[in-house]
């Protein structure tokens, strides 16, 4: 199996910066991707890594340690509307496999 | 960018009807496509696969012929909910990739469906 797992809840401040990480286990993979997903939307693509290391979108990061079975989602200076849930994705072989997703809070 | 469009947005419907939920691809062709579930607060759950030209692929526990799947060209898949009932409530969700390595998938905006 490729049990994907990301803390259920998390909560931060305005202006703060948060990370989310997802652990794996799994035997191989395409690339990892992350989504945004705010209540009653469906997701939107944030960022994906396929080689190990940190991929930098504005105030949006993402790392992959495919040794560790590791990666985080990096969120810089966050803002209200950062509120919503963040999905973590193994993608391999046209087969695309998510995590339970994140919720996040932003708090003024 | 890609986009991929999905109809209708929400359906209220009886029990016992059947619904039909399409998804297309706007500017790119799509061989595979995605039906997703999702009950209130939980993960998207993959329900199957679309392929064009043949038979979609069911996830574990999905009925196929409670789920009918049609891809009957590189821009349509369409997902039949048939003789729905109040379990079958859920946001139900597509979505698309481009061809190419490593190309995000892109979702519809999902159909909320609520069987009274």
């Known amino acids: 199996g490729q049990n994907i797992d990301q803390p259920t809840e998390m909560t931060a401040t305005e202006g703060a910066i948060v990370q989310i990480n997802c652990t794996y286990q799994?035997?191989?993979?395409?690339?990892l991707f992350w989504y945004q997903q705010h209540a009653g939307e469906a997701p939107t693509f944030l960022s994906y890594n396929v080689l190990d290391g940190l991929e930098e979108k504005g105030r949006f990061s993402s790392f992959l340690s495919r040794s560790k079975g590791y990666s985080y989602l990096l969120l810089k200076e966050l803002q209200m509307k950062d509120s919503a849930s963040y999905l973590c994705a193994l993608y391999n072989n046209n087969d695309m496999r998510f995590g339970a997703g994140t919720r996040l809070t932003v708090k003024p | 960018g890609a986009v991929v469009s999905q109809h209708p947005s929400w359906v209220i419907c009886k029990s016992g009807t059947s619904v039909k939920i399409e998804c297309r691809s706007l500017d790119f062709q799509a061989t595979t496509m995605f039906w997703y579930r999702q009950f209130p607060k939980q993960s998207l759950m993959l329900m199957a696969t679309s392929n064009e030209g043949s038979k979609a692929t069911y996830e574990q526990g999905v009925e196929k012929d409670k789920f009918l799947i049609n891809h009957a060209s590189l821009t349509l898949s369409t997902l039949t909910v048939t003789s729905a009932h109040p379990e079958d409530s859920s946001f139900y969700i597509c979505s698309a990739r481009d061809m190419g390595n490593n190309q995000p998938q892109h979702f519809g905006d999902g159909t909320r469906l609520s069987i009274l």
């Open positions: 799994t035997s191989g993979f395409n690339g």
